[in-house]
């Protein structure tokens, strides 16, 4: 129950640990775009480079990555295999029905497999170099110009890190209740799959009642406390801009330079 | 005279679901500077007393009921002044973090009373010494102990310098060992700081140690005083719906055995103090 999508944060010292959070956020989404300048096997062969370097950059070990990655094995063989069999061109090597093996089948295939593999690496070294809190945080400092058009960034962040803040709470109630449940006979991992379904929904009633009440006294607790809406706030966790976040920079500026070289092969 | 922070009059409240009111024209001094135990049967009415006392809760409407705090009358813009020197622990530790950290949520008190950062840090520091939770500061609630727990939120009331605290059993979920540290805790607030601690408990070993106790039952006030004067008669006590110390039940069953220990013995060492006394006059 404790293993999320992508990988948790795993404390380290390393550089890209101690990097600025809204540097990392935005290093993989100008990542993200970037992977669109590839187009041939040079320019993904730089970004598989790129993204293997800052794998090694955050002197985490392979085996951490590899579990981070296998939820997303299935997603990304289904991918693959549509279009190896529905993508035509070039020279065909099997043709059955609509069914068809072709030459740009097998490149195009690869080509997103390595898009795919390659982002949700990037994202997996985001969150597990980076707590959820400061990934939080950095999003709310650079949805701050929003504010100018009246969105609540306050209301929006404050609202991401009390969800964050109780997730292990509300996992460790689901647990509970399954032991509960257990010890009266039920059974949540046999059978198949709509018996499993049907087993979790006698669980999903008492864990939502459970939430209201944890949502009541939070916020009784939270008035208690002077929490007031719409009302200035200092900020105890604050952002900083480093002179080391700078070397992102160059790193990114050359990896568009050798992409926008390379595509031209 | 002593001076007295909180001052309720004719407090009435009737949940909204109900039709009969929870508390009934309650009358109530608190001394500056005190600590104050809060006692009542289950149901009496203490946890709808603290909510009335740090507006949670408005009485009702058309009650002639009147709080005030501090030198401050409570009314609906007040109560935000009010609660700038309030701080309150409830009973259950998990329910009550906001951060998801202890430096977090020992700061959200702060950050809500617009304090520089630099000065939360400082008072972080501070108030996790006093506390013993230093070297947890890092830590995520959830991977604390109850009374770990429980400290950290002593904490982060104490950060914002409050002149009350309130404590809506917050030692009823903790072990023995738990509950002493707590009250460790408050009686070392008490004699650094100058506080009015208000604890409402079902503890009566905590409250022999208090300067004042309230009992309630059925909404009202019906005893007040010290605990020599309010703790007195064990029939009433019974009757009220209280356990008796374990130095008066021992007491009680002396008294059975034709041995008279005087009525206002409250705990173990004055009663160890009796037997010395009673030894060398035989
Ligand atoms: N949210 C609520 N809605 C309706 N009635 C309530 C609510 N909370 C409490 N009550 C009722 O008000 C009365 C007093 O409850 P309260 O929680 O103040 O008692 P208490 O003295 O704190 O008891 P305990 O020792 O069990 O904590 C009870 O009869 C209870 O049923
Ligand atoms: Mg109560």
Redesign the pocket.
Known sequence: MDRFLLGQYIYGNSYVHRLDPRAKLLGTFAFIILIFLANNFWTYGVIVLFTLFAAYMTKISAKIYWQGLRPMLWLMIFTVTLQILFTSGGDIYLKWGIITISQYGIINSIFILVRLSTIIFMSTILTITTPPMLIADAFASLLKPLKKVKFPVDQFSMICSIALRFVPTLMETATKIMNAQRARGASFNDGNIIKRIKSIIPMLIPLLINSMKIAIDLAESMTARNYQLGEPRTQFRRLRWHKTDLYVLYYFAILTLLLIVLRRF | MSENIIEVRNLTYT?S??NQP?LKNLNLDIIKESWTSIL??????????VRLLTGLKEPDSNSQAQIKINGIAASEEKWFDIRNDLGIVFQNPDNQFVGATVEDDIAFGLENRNIDPDEIEKRIKEVLDFVNMSEFRKMEPSKLSGGQKQRVAIAGILAIRPKVIIL??ATSMLDPQGRNQIHQVIQEIKAKYQVTVIS?T?DIEEATKADDICV?SD?QLVKQGTPKEVLIDENWLTEMGLMLPFAKQLAVELRQHAIDVPRDILDESELVEYFWKLNSKM
């Open positions: 949940y679901q109900n929870t009542g049967h289950n149901g009496s009415g203490k946890s709808t007393l809506d059993e409402v079902h309630l909404g």
